[in-house]
T-cell receptor, first 110, second 113 residues
Framework: GQSLEQPSEVTAVEGAIVQINCTYQ??????LSWYQQHDGGAPTFLSY????GLEETGRFSSFLSRSDSYGYLLLQELQMKDSASYFC???????????FGKGTTLSVSS | DVKVTQSSRYLVKRTGEKVFLECVQD?????MFWYRQDPGLGLRLIYF???????EKGDIPEGYSVSREKKERFSLILESASTNQTSMYLC????????????FGEGSRLTVL
């Protein structure tokens, strides 16, 4: 089968750093995406890794290790507005649809 | 900005009714997708279309059909709605096939009574 595993919930305080892990098991693999979704809102794209290594975009970074079938999203200098659900999603091959994990709910407290 | 517009934000239908969910994107994207989102289950792919009149089944196509007659519009059809199709339906589009960047609409929350 194909699946993406990520923790269901993560809690942190403002200003902290949090890492959301994602392990995947798919029949093919082209790249890994991350999405953010606030309550009642649409998922919005954060990052996409096709190659191994770390990609940094402001306070958010995403990492991929193909050999370990593993990736993570790193959120730094957490703010209250970062409280949301975060989804990893795998692209099995070019031209196909994304397969999503079940999501991680991040709660940031003051 | 890319805009993906879903025609109805909230719908309430009765069991057995035919339901149409419409999605329009304004950026000439070739690929379009329909997902459903349920608590604890994440987003599950119903159908996707990689071009006009082309469609592919996703993981949960049973009870659904789709139509893509024009590039900008992708419709999801529930031929005979059932209570287990109560869900949030999300439409998305993509401009390049080798990227994981999807643009989502705001969603259509369907309740089937």
């Amino acid at each position: 089968g194909q699946s993406l595993e990520q923790p269901s919930e993560v809690t942190a305080v403002e200003g902290a750093i949090v890492q959301i892990n994602c392990t995947y098991q798919t029949s093919g693999f082209y790249g890994l995406s991350w999405y953010q979704q606030h309550d009642g809102g649409a998922p919005t794209f954060l990052s996409y890794n096709a190659l191994d290594g770390l990609e940094e975009t402001g306070r958010f970074s995403s990492f991929l290790s193909r050999s370990d079938s593993y990736g993570y999203l790193l959120l730094q200098e957490l703010q209250m507005k970062d409280s949301a659900s975060y989804f990893c999603a795998a692209l099995q091959q070019a031209g196909t649809a994304l397969i999503f994990g079940k999501g991680t709910t991040l709660s940031v407290s003051s | 900005d890319v805009k993906v517009t879903q025609s109805s934000r909230y719908l309430v239908k009765r069991t057995g009714e035919k339901v149409f969910l419409e999605c329009v994107q304004d950026m000439d994207h070739e690929n379009m997708f329909w997902y459903r989102q349920d608590p604890g289950l994440g987003l599950r792919l119903i159908y996707f279309s990689y071009d006009v009149k082309m469609k592919e089944k996703g993981d949960i196509p049973e009870g659904y059909s789709v139509s893509r007659e024009k590039k900008e519009r992708f419709s999801l059809i529930l031929e005979s709605a059932s209570t287990n199709q109560t869900s949030m339906y999300l439409c998305a589009s993509r401009n390049r096939v080798n990227t994981g960047e999807l643009f989502f609409g705001e969603g259509s929350r369907l309740t089937v009574l």
